[in-house]
C-alpha cells in the first residue's frame, strides 16, 4: 500500500542509549517531516526536510539529529535518550513544501519509552 | 505564533446526532486546513482538506468549513455511528515555513 512507512512500532530504551528512526514514504513527495506527540501537548514539529538535501530544525529540536538519505528516506536519532523523550513519533510527508494545495501524509508511528 | 484550539475537548453523543466540532486559529495567513481522525493507538488519517481559497469541503457524511478571516473551522459530522468515535485533530499549514500547526484535538464518543 502506498503510503508512509515507520520503523520500528514500539521501542524501549535505556537513559543514555542511542537509537535511529526509520521512515520511508513511496508517494514521490518532496518534503518530509518528524513530529512528535505528548498528552496534554498536541503534536509537535521536531525537523522537516523541505527537499531532498535539505533538513531544518522545527519546533523542538534539542536532542535529536535527521538526515535526509534519498528522496524517500528521513530518519530520526537519538544520540543518548532521556525520560523526556518517551513519546510518540510520527513522520509525515507531503508533495511540496509550503503549498497549499496538498495535505500530509503520516505514517503509523513508532511507541517510544526511556526508562 | 500561530495557535490552533479545539472545542470541546471531549463529546460524547447517542447513535445518530449530527454534530459540530469547532476549531479556530489566531493567524489568518495560513495556506491551508486539514482535518484528521486518529484512532487509539494509531496514526493520523486525513479526512478532509480545505484551502485558504475555500469555504468548504464534503466527503461523506463529514462537511467542513472555513472561515479564515474569522479564524475559524468547523466539522460537521451527520449522522453519527459508533465507528465515528476517535479523536479528530485540526491543522493549519503556516506558509511561511511549511510548518503544519495541530490543535489538541476533540474526543469523540458515539454511544450506541
Known amino acids: 500500500n502506498a503510503g508512509v512507512t515507520q520503523t520500528p512500532k514500539f521501542q524501549v530504551l535505556k537513559t543514555g542509549q542511542s537509537m535511529t528512526l526509520q521512515c520511508a514514504q513511496d508517494m514521490n513527495h518532496n518534503s518530509m517531516y518528524w513530529y512528535r506527540q505528548d498528552p496534554g501537548m498536541g503534536l509537535r514539529l521536531i525537523y522537516y526536510?523541505?527537499?531532498?538535501?535539505?533538513?531544518d530544525k522545527g519546533e523542538v529540536p534539542n536532542g535529536y539529529n535527521v538526515s535526509r538519505l534519498n528522496k524517500r528516506e528521513f530518519s530520526l536519532r537519538l544520540e543518548s535518550a532521556a525520560p523526556s523523550q518517551t513519546s510518540v513519533y510520527f513522520c509525515a510527508s507531503s508533495p511540496n513544501f509550503g503549498t497549499g494545495g496538498y495535505g500530509y501524509t503520516f505514517g503509523s508511528g513508532t511507541r517510544l519509552t526511556v526508562v | 505564533k500561530q495557535e490552533v484550539t479545539q472545542i470541546p475537548a471531549a463529546l460524547s453523543v447517542p447513535e445518530g446526532e449530527n454534530l459540530v466540532l469547532n476549531c479556530s486559529f489566531t493567524?489568518?495567513?495560513?495556506?491551508?486546513l486539514q482535518w484528521f481522525r486518529q484512532d487509539p493507538g494509531k496514526g493520523l488519517t486525513s479526512l478532509l482538506l480545505i484551502q485558504s481559497s475555500q469555504r468548504e469541503q464534503t466527503s461523506g457524511r463529514l462537511n467542513a468549513s472555513l472561515d479564515k478571516s474569522s479564524g475559524r473551522s468547523t466539522l460537521y459530522i451527520a449522522a453519527s455511528q459508533p465507528g465515528d468515535s476517535a479523536t479528530y485533530l485540526c491543522?493549519?499549514?503556516?506558509?511561511?515555513?511549511?510548518?503544519?500547526?495541530f490543535g489538541k484535538g476533540t474526543k469523540l464518543s458515539v454511544k450506541p
Open positions: 526536510s523541505a527537499s531532498e538535501g535539505t533538513t
Open positions: 491543522a493549519v499549514l503556516v506558509g511561511s515555513q511549511g510548518n503544519l500547526i
Open positions: 493567524d489568518s495567513a495560513i495556506y491551508n
